[in-house]
């Protein structure tokens, strides 16, 4: 009997805690008319004042522009997606594109910043419009729609900038300067190539960068992180649209853009922090979260959480650093240059037509000197001008198209990438400065359209020979017609980046050792999955 009264009572109790949980659930909802559960319990639904809808509006609608891309080569660029690379390949954000001025300070000024007052008016006359519907409404906040635009710009912004922190988490956003680079005179150099390059010659620290990025980025994946994943964000991309703005760097509107929408995630922490630390109150925040009763909604939301998590943190990263090994995608040529050529030299003798020409420091034809790089490129100065590409060199997979060597130099210099077929000692050559003066997008991420198009081909066969290790002589014709002899002898350059760190009162040593950091594998140039593609060169 005992027994039989035990399970009864069990029984009981069920229903009993069973019937307390729908009361619970049915005093919740009843509550949730007139409040939201917060992080901290059910809260009263404070009604907003006319002017704070007002300014909801209006930022509501501003931020929708920004974070939704308004340019059809983007859904163009979804719709041809076929791998995680390629998915991952359109975040990096792409910014308010209304008006483009191909102007200085369109491109680099003020003027760059018109699309984002075209934006303000739009949303404007949007919240207008809006506010005259809603005269009557009885809805007196909107703090659903608030939490669901916080939620989605944090995970624009947290997309945005975990595609720069891994491009230097393995440092591939600012190559090493190339042998050209380092030869070329300061006032031949863009103010941006200068910025760039004082990160490229330091990979450690563009390292760190890219780790502080990708902390920052990764914190606001998760509620209760945001507000310092906000902060870094702020700081970092401040500093980034800053450096930017002062050295011409071109993605200085889509780091403030980024730099923005961090302040925006803040901005709901500001009332509490003023009460926290400037008139010294206690503090119980209260921020809105939505409340699912069915399960099935509560487990979709939470999976779709865990999936972005793995997705754009786990993963985002394996695709980064298996485009960085196994993959051709690169801002510097990847494939082998002429074995034993790499270095700068100077042109000894010179012939044009069987016609020696002496060295003049104003001759537009003479060759002035020679850089062959290590990887497929020759480089040779002339007392003439060619197009200047003023891109950032975004990565391509073919090395003929990869232009971030030449991006932002001036100075007379022929960038001209190479094949060699060495049982005929023999080099085909493409010119490489074909192309407009803008040349590829301002943005890493690109803008929907070809960042990098193949310039238009200008192929010329070459024939060289070398006498002895230092000296290469080069003979065949120019682009014109016109034969060409050249005498090319090595010199021993020293850079001051090679220097070390002496004690005081001791010589200089150069005896710091560069190279490129890209790793060469035979995966890089098989063409298939990514395209790489390495031509003569690996036959």
């Known amino acids: 009997m005992s027994k039989g009264r035990t399970s009864l009572n069990l029984v009981d109790d069920e229903l009993l805690e069973e019937a307390r949980l729908q009361n619970s659930h049915a005093e919740e909802e009843v509550?949730?008319?007139?409040?939201?559960?917060?992080n901290t319990g059910l809260v009263q639904n404070p009604e907003w004042t006319p002017w704070q809808r007002i300014s909801f509006r209006i930022g509501f609608l501003f931020i929708a522009q920004l974070l939704f891309p308004l340019q059809?080569?983007?859904?163009?660029?979804?719709?041809?997606?076929?791998?995680?690379?390629?998915?991952?390949?359109?975040?990096?954000?792409?910014?308010?594109?209304?008006?483009?001025?191909?102007?200085?300070?369109?491109?680099?000024?003020?003027?760059?910043?018109?699309?984002?007052?075209?934006?303000?008016?739009?949303?404007?006359?949007?919240a207008a419009i809006w506010t005259w519907f809603?005269?009557?409404?009885?809805?007196?906040?909107?703090?659903?729609l608030y939490y669901w635009t916080r939620l989605l710009v944090r995970y624009w912004v947290a997309l945005s900038i975990l595609h720069f922190g891994y491009l230097k988490v393995w440092p591939r956003q600012m190559p090493f300067p190339s042998i050209s680079n380092l030869n070329t005179l300061l006032g031949e150099t863009a103010t941006?190539?200068?910025?760039?390059?004082?990160?490229?010659?330091?990979?450690?620290?563009?390292?760190?960068?890219?780790?502080?990025?990708?902390?920052?980025g990764s914190l606001l994946f998760f509620r209760a992180t945001t507000a310092l994943g906000a902060v870094l964000n702020l700081g970092v991309l401040y500093n980034i649209a800053h450096a930017n703005f002062a050295y011409d760097g071109g993605v200085h509107t889509l780091s403030a853009e980024i730099s923005l929408l961090s302040g925006f995630l803040l901005l709901q922490y500001v009332p509490d922090l003023w009460r926290l630390l400037i008139k010294k109150e206690s503090v119980q925040p209260h921020y809105y979260r939505p409340v699912f009763h069915e399960q099935w909604k509560r487990r979709a939301f939470l999976g779709a959480k865990i999936v972005a998590w793995i997705l754009f943190i786990p993963c985002f990263a394996w695709a980064t650093h298996d485009a960085f090994s196994n993959s051709n995608l690169s801002k510097e040529p990847r494939g082998p240059g002429l074995a034993g050529a790499k270095g700068y030299y100077s042109v000894t003798e010179f012939r044009l037509n069987d016609k020696v020409l002496p060295y003049s420091p104003l001759d537009p034809v003479r060759w002035h000197d020679v850089v062959f790089e290590d990887?497929?490129?020759?480089?040779?100065?002339?007392?003439?001008?060619?197009?200047?590409?003023?891109?950032?060199?975004?990565?391509?997979?073919?090395?003929?198209?990869?232009?971030?060597e030449l991006s932002g130099f001036a100075g007379g210099r022929r960038y001209l990438h190479y094949e060699v077929d060495e049982a005929h000692q023999l080099l085909y050559l493409e010119d490489k400065n074909q192309g407009s003066e803008f040349g590829d997008s301002?943005?890493?991420?690109?803008?929907?359209?070809?960042?990098?198009?193949?310039?238009?081909?200008?192929?010329?066969?070459?024939?060289?020979?070398?006498?002895?290790?230092?000296?290469?002589?080069?003979?065949?014709?120019?682009?014109?017609?016109?034969?060409?002899?050249?005498?090319l002898d090595r010199v021993q350059e020293n850079y001051p980046i090679q220097i070390g760190s002496p004690l005081p009162g001791q010589p200089l040593h150069y005896d710091r050792t560069f190279t490129r950091r890209y790793p060469v594998t035979n995966r890089s140039f098989d063409g298939k999955g990514d395209g790489g593609d390495c031509g003569r060169a690996c036959m």
């Open 375 to 404: 990887y497929p490129t020759l480089v040779y100065k002339v007392h003439r001008a060619f197009p200047l590409q003023l891109g950032n060199g975004s990565p391509a997979y073919k090395d003929v198209e990869k232009r971030y």
């Open 134 to 144: 809603a005269r009557n409404s009885k809805r007196k906040e909107y703090n659903a």
């Open 192 to 216: 941006y190539r200068l910025y760039w390059a004082s990160v490229g010659i330091v990979t450690w620290y563009q390292v760190v960068l890219g780790v502080l990025e990708v902390t920052a």
């Open 442 to 487: 301002d943005r890493e991420a690109g803008s929907g359209a070809k960042a990098n198009s193949k310039p238009k081909s200008v192929k010329l066969v070459w024939h060289y020979s070398r006498p002895s290790d230092s000296r290469i002589i080069l003979s065949g014709f120019d682009d014109t017609g016109n034969s060409l002899y050249a005498v």
């Open 31 to 38: 509550a949730l008319e007139n409040g939201f559960q917060s």
């Open 72 to 126: 059809w080569g983007w859904y163009q660029r979804l719709a041809s997606v076929r791998s995680l690379k390629a998915f991952y390949s359109l975040s990096g954000g792409l910014g308010l594109r209304y008006i483009s001025l191909r102007s200085e300070s369109g491109r680099w000024g003020i003027g760059s910043f018109a699309s984002w007052g075209v934006a303000l008016l739009v949303a404007i006359v949007g």
